[in-house]
């Protein structure tokens, strides 16, 4: 058990780091757009007013409000200490709304949207790759092509494609949206048929792209294994076949859950061109919104809960892995 307290430890350490690193980025790299977001909601404010006093007063009120008048260094503790309390501050582009309300309106879209996705893809990639390895033959010859041609395409390629073949040329799917644009959120069955309705295309352009990169992976390492020595020592001894292909594909997977971890964080990114696309109501589609309008709080709110996200996630992940792979438990017992 000590053993495992020193890995797990610097899998901690490293997760602080990470996320240290992720804090000052987020609150930094927003802030070195161009633009002013407080000179636009001046403009709108002092509409019509021509006196150039009157919209500076206007201007340093809200540079005041949103405290963007003061050091950088004194902003990023203030970020710090608020954001450990939930509190991202007012929104640029949706003022007086807060942070809050806008994250915790589109996070529950993505996370829906995301990780099912993400799991079902990594799961019906690493079968279909083990049966292409074990079958060979007419399946491999099919599958792989295939497989290679879905982890080609980007996923905002792949959400394109899938929006004009059954979106805009065969009609059985919306085009865009997170439900019907004529419906109010509420719990019926017409609106949760929508949602569904809403929820497919988004969905399977994530899951076919993480498909094919997982049955490239799978089958390459299921290749290996079933010529390693130990399966022909095996099968020499009269071990029963489908015993050591158990044997065989636990090994090969291994790897895969390593990779999961790795798909988590750069199939988020896939994912979130994916609802911008579909113009689906999550935190692609928020980002979005808050680059185009310069809003740094909105847009640092958004990055940092997505970085979370994903560390936690592949924090996870190899937590995991440190229990189920033999050679990491040897290496804590010496």
């Known amino acids: 058990m000590k053993g495992y307290r020193k890995y797990f430890g610097k899998k901690i350490v490293w ?6 690193a992720a804090i000052l980025l987020n609150f930094i790299l927003p802030r070195l757009m161009p633009g002013d977001p407080v000179a636009a909601i001046t403009a709108k404010s002092a509409q019509g007013i021509s006196d150039a006093s009157a919209a500076k007063e206007i201007y340093n009120h809200y540079a005041e409000q949103f405290g963007t008048n003061k050091p950088m260094y004194v ?28 994250i915790s309106s589109a996070l529950p879209w993505t996370l829906a949207l995301q990780f099912p996705a993400i799991i079902v893809g990594w799961v019906i990639g690493n079968v279909l790759g083990a049966l292409a390895a074990y079958i060979r033959k007419g399946f491999d010859k099919v599958l792989m092509p295939i497989t290679l041609f879905f982890s080609s395409l980007p996923a905002f390629g792949l959400a394109v494609i899938l929006m004009i073949v059954f979106a805009i040329n065969l009609k059985i799917a919306p085009i865009s949206g997170g439900y019907g644009y004529d419906l ?14 809403h929820y497919q295309l988004p969905f399977w352009s ?20 079933l010529n ?29 859950i390593t990779g999961l971890a790795l798909s ?12 911008v696309i579909f113009s689906y109501p999550g935190l ?9 309008n310069s809003d740094y709080p909105l847009l ?27 050679r990491v438990k040897a290496a804590q017992f010496d």
Request: charged residues 15%.
């Open 206 to 225: 994530i899951v076919l792209i993480s498909i094919g990169g997982q049955a490239i992976g799978m089958r390459s390492m299921s290749i290996y294994e």
């Open 184 to 197: 109010i959120p509420q719990v019926s069955w017409k609106f949760v048929k929508s949602v569904f309705a």
């Open 75 to 102: 902003q990023f503790i203030t970020y710090c200490k608020n954001a450990a309390k939930g509190d991202f501050g007012l929104s640029f582009s949706q003022y007086p709304r807060k942070v809050s309300d806008i």
């Open 228 to 256: 390693a020595d130990y399966v022909k020592y095996s099968r020499f001894l009269g071990i029963k076949d489908w015993k050591i292909v158990g044997y065989v594909f636990r090994n090969a997977m291994l790897p895969q």
């Open 284 to 292: 692609g589609s928020t980002i979005l919104q808050a680059v185009s």
């Open 300 to 326: 640092s709110a958004a990055t940092l809960i997505i970085t979370i996200m994903v560390l936690l996630a592949s924090f996870i992940v190899d937590i995991i892995y440190g229990f189920i792979d033999p």
């Open 15 to 20: 997760f602080l780091i990470t996320f240290a």
């Open 264 to 275: 988590i964080g750069t199939m988020v990114g896939g994912a979130l061109v994916s609802e």
